[in-house]
């Protein structure tokens, strides 16, 4: 039995002396006249960090780890700034009642933004620590450091610990947004990599996931999805699960579910309820999807890029190529299908789920069904990972509506069909590219039009309030899909332009890098296509456009790593025995804003099988100052990996009536025995303020592959997955 | 209802099941309260529920109680503990290899069986053995780096 009901804002900082730094208390104490008796404040969730009388320390932030290991980096953030040991500090994540809402995770925000505010107030409360240790030891405020917990002069000297000074008392103060922060090159604790503490919980079994979250009198909840997307409820036969014990059967409109005291039971009794519904053909069947991306109603074209006359440099281009590029709708796929717990009773609404947004999720709860939002409380806790948003939220709906049904606790947690199936996905893409280079082969001319799936903006419907009728709204939001299609080389004349469709097939969310990973893949795929036009080399092409010394540095850098040889493409000594060996070459600067990567790979392709094998994957990253290395390099392993099965193997299919790919063997991810040997090299910036690294190294992936099979094989694949019979039949 | 007697790291444990075809994940996790094995797909395609069944791994998602009856069952938990990890989950926590860690349970339970097995598995032999565990965070170089490790000491 977890005890995470029992945590409270009271239980956290209402208990004995403190020092509390939030950001809208309505008190404000300036920090030269600190009250050591003021009244305790009135608490609003708006508390960034307590530092307690026992010199411990616990930040509350609203931003969630979801495995990626920023629960850790946060707490060097702030263990940086205040001079307290990284041991000492406690983290509580996405909890409504409990922790101030600064943004959701997502985006690779959880750096940039969530350490960025964790640190202000970790500033703010170390320049409160030494000026009451000022006093305490007669010094000037700036003649003071913190170190180990103990606030000493600078030159030496005895001083005073961070546990003495706060004693009984309470301070509570705001944070104050010129706080002076720690400088960078004397950094001991951010940088360093240290040990993620949830790991050791997570290899022993004992990580307190939301999967084995239970209440007292808690009963286990399934859903009955319908047979098709649209079909209508038309019977349920309750009999047919009469010979499982203790289950109830709810049903709102076209919602069904079950209800039992054990789980095995409303597993069996959602698997064996006989249901009837109604036939509907809704969707175009993902076979041929490109052509349908093609010639559906576009509600808006938005002008992403438009600097030059990309129409007219390509008429005028000495030599001219184009190409389309295809990418399908894939799924978040999350090991463990999506789960929560709510409990509906008389004094509210609690949601225990693995969402990336708590707050979000709380609002347009609270909006769907109709319930205050301050009777809404959603507790984050960790789950399977979601790379964005998976089924969390919807579950969560589940849960909630189950729950008012019975009164009762209800865990719900989708089974995998449930998942694979009705998760929102991440949208296919389908890009036209032109290009033209002039007689030097430089680029003159890039005209990128994309087509995405799309809808009206806001809130994501949910699915189970959807069937159940009740009122919302129906955005289709999945996140910021045109960024990357324009080269990031001087190139004068250029032209991105999307036509965003008013409709979908399938429900919409953010997956991991959204519309950059198929953007990249089209932009430097493309980028490829026209060095081989010029007969160039990959690299030395794209060097040409490129004066940034920090883009330059990674591109260096991975050349090094690889051993690149310059030469073009395809490779003319490619055969090895029965195999077809080659290299290939992308860079990207995420979003353009963001992340320096350059990615290298070498593959081997057997022609008469199709089958590509990965030998090698090199990665150079640069992402500013590096808070925790090894959390970092953890990153971008996995992005890389992920993409590389979402560019072998992955591809939502379905007919005209629902998904069809509903499980590994319909929807297979990369396996151990297809994983390359990966070598990364981050290169650290302590002078750059630190960008997220969630996504961008995952967004060079498929173009890098691409290319080297082009390489190995003089073919160019321009549609993932890259699936042994695609190859096969391309080699053909 | 029936009874099922059987051993659970190291100690003998008596469960009833309304269903004799319940799988044995469920009766870990509910009646046992050993979270560790984790549901990933009821279909035996993903390795999150592995366990060992007298010491060999077996999707619990797919064993049903019944078929416990009289064995010896080990999960994660019985390898060892935080603060006195089994020299496999020391060299999956020394190598970090884990994001959400939804998987880690069946990594570390493949692990052992092929370790008990083979000692000193090539990378290749260690590749192919977890083949049937997926990972979706992408933790593959690491988790394999942890069971060459393991297979060192």
């Known amino acids: 039995m977890h005890n995470v009901t029992s945590i409270s804002r009271r239980g956290i900082l209402k208990a004995g002396g403190a020092l509390i730094i939030g950001f809208t208390f309505s008190s404000v104490l300036p920090k030269q006249a600190l009250a050591q008796n003021a009244p305790p404040p009135q608490f609003d969730v708006d508390s960034f960090l307590a530092i307690h009388e026992d010199g411990t320390v616990t930040i509350l932030t609203s931003h969630v780890d979801v495995g990626t290991g920023i629960s850790t980096a946060l707490r060097q953030a702030a263990a940086e700034e205040l001079g307290i040991p990284f041991e000492r500090f406690t983290l509580i994540e996405g909890d409504t009642a409990t922790t101030p809402d600064h943004g959701g995770t997502g985006g690779s925000s ?70 002076a922060l720690r400088d960078p090159s004397t950094y001991t604790v951010v940088g360093k990599p240290i040990l993620r503490s949830d790991v050791p919980l997570k290899c022993t079994g004992r990580n307190a996931y939301l999967q084995d979250f239970t209440l007292p009198g808690m009963l286990h909840g399934r859903v009955v999805r319908p047979s098709a997307i649209g079909a209508r409820l038309l019977t349920v036969d309750e009999s ?45 069947g993902s076979g041929g999807l490109e052509s349908y991306l093609r010639t559906a109603s576009v509600d808006r074209d938005q002008m992403v890029v438009n600097k030059g006359d990309a129409t007219a440099a390509y008429s005028g281009a000495a030599k001219r190529i184009s190409a389309t590029y295809y990418w399908p709708f894939q799924s978040h796929a999350s090991l463990g299908p999506s789960c929560a717990v709510a409990d509906v009773n008389d004094s509210g609404t609690t949601i225990w789920s693995a969402s990336q947004n708590p707050f979000g999720l709380r609002t347009n709860l609270a909006k769907v069904f109709g319930i205050p939002a301050e009777k809404v409380r959603v507790i984050y806790l960790d789950a399977s990972g979601s790379y964005g948003t998976n089924g969390t939220d919807d579950v969560s709906a589940d849960a909630l509506i189950l729950s008012q049904a019975v009164r009762q606790p209800v865990r719900v947690q989708w089974m995998r069909h449930d998942e694979h199936g009705w998760d929102p996905k991440g949208p296919a893409q389908l890009l036209d590219m032109r ?9 003159v001319a890039w005209d990128a039009e994309m087509w995405v799936p799309g809808g009206p903006p806001g809130d994501r419907a949910l699915v189970g309030p959807d069937l159940a009728g009740m009122m919302q709204g129906h955005g289709q939001n999945a996140g910021a899909m045109t960024q990357n299609a324009d080269p990031p080389y001087a190139v004068a004349n250029i032209r991105v332009l999307s036509h965003n469709l008013k409709e979908t097939p399938l429900r919409l969310s953010n997956l991991r890098a959204p519309g950059k990973i198929a953007n990249v893949f089209a932009a430097e795929g493309f980028t490829d296509e026209m060095a081989v036009a010029a007969k160039m080399d990959a690299v030395a092409f794209r060097r040409r456009g490129l004066t940034d010394p920090r883009a330059l540095a990674v591109i260096d850098r991975v050349t090094q790593m690889i051993g690149w040889q310059p030469r073009p493409s395809p490779n003319p000594a490619a055969a090895q025995g029965n195999l077809l060996t080659g290299r290939g070459f992308a860079y990207i600067r995420y979003k353009q804003a963001e992340n320096y990567v350059a990615m290298a ?53 379905f007919d005209h009536a629902t ?67 695609r190859v096969k039949t391309a080699l053909a | 209802m029936p009874a099922y007697k059987f051993r659970v790291n190291d100690g003998s444990v008596t469960v009833d099941s309304w269903d004799p075809d319940q799988p044995l994940l469920y009766v870990l996790r509910n009646s046992l309260g050993l979270h560790a094995a984790k549901f990933g797909c009821g279909l035996g395609q993903c390795g999150a529920c592995t366990v060992l069944l007298d010491g060999k791994a077996v999707r619990s998602c797919q064993t049903p109680v019944k078929q416990a009856a009289g064995r010896s069952v080990t999960t994660l938990e019985g390898l060892g503990t935080p603060e006195k990890p089994h020299p496999i989950q020391a060299a999956f926590i020394a190598e970090q290899a884990a994001q959400c860690g939804y998987c880690t349970n069946g990594m570390i339970m493949s692990a052992k069986a092929l370790l008990d097995r083979t000692p000193h598995p090539t990378a290749d032999q260690i590749k192919a053995d977890l083949a049937g565990n997926l990972c979706r965070c992408g933790t593959h170089t690491r988790i394999l780096n942890a069971v060459a490790r393991a297979a060192k000491v």
Not at chain 1, 603 to 609: G, M, N
Request: net charge neutral; with cysteine.
């Open chain 1, 110 to 179: 959880g750096i940039p933004r969530g350490a960025a505010d964790i640190r202000r107030a970790a500033a703010t409360a170390r320049q409160a620590l030494l000026d009451l240790a000022s006093k305490q030891l007669d010094r000037l405020a700036s003649q003071l450091t913190i170190v180990a917990g103990q606030v000493r002069p600078t030159a030496g000297g005895p001083g005073i610990s961070v546990a003495a000074l706060i004693g009984g008392k309470r301070f509570s103060m705001k944070v104050d947004p010129n706080a």
């Open chain 1, 240 to 284: 047919s699960i009469s010979n499982i014990p203790d289950v109830r059967v709810v049903r709102i409109e076209n919602f069904l579910g079950v209800v039992a005291k054990d789980e095995w039971a409303a597993v069996r009794a959602a698997r064996e309820l006989k249901a009837t519904w109604s036939d509907s053909q809704t969707l175009p």
């Open chain 1, 435 to 443: 290009g033209g280079i002039d007689a030097s082969g430089n680029i």
């Open chain 1, 601 to 653: 790979m070498e593959v081997a392709v057997e022609r008469a099988t199709g089958k590509v094998t990965v030998r090698r994957v090199a990665c150079a990253h640069d992402c500013g100052l590096i808070v925790n290395p090894d959390g970092l390099r953890n990153q971008v392993e996995g992005c890389i990996v992920q993409t590389l099965s979402r560019s072998f193997h992955e591809e939502v299919t």
């Open chain 1, 659 to 725: 998904v069809t790919s509903v499980d590994w063997g319909r929807y297979p991810i990369l396996t151990f025995p297809e994983v390359p040997a990966i070598e990364v090299a981050l290169i650290d910036r302590p002078d750059q303020s630190p960008v997220g690294a969630g996504e961008a190294a995952g967004a060079p992936v498929a173009a890098a592959l691409a290319n080297a099979i082009f390489d190995a094989t003089g073919v160019r694949l321009r549609s993932v997955p890259f699936t042994r019979a």
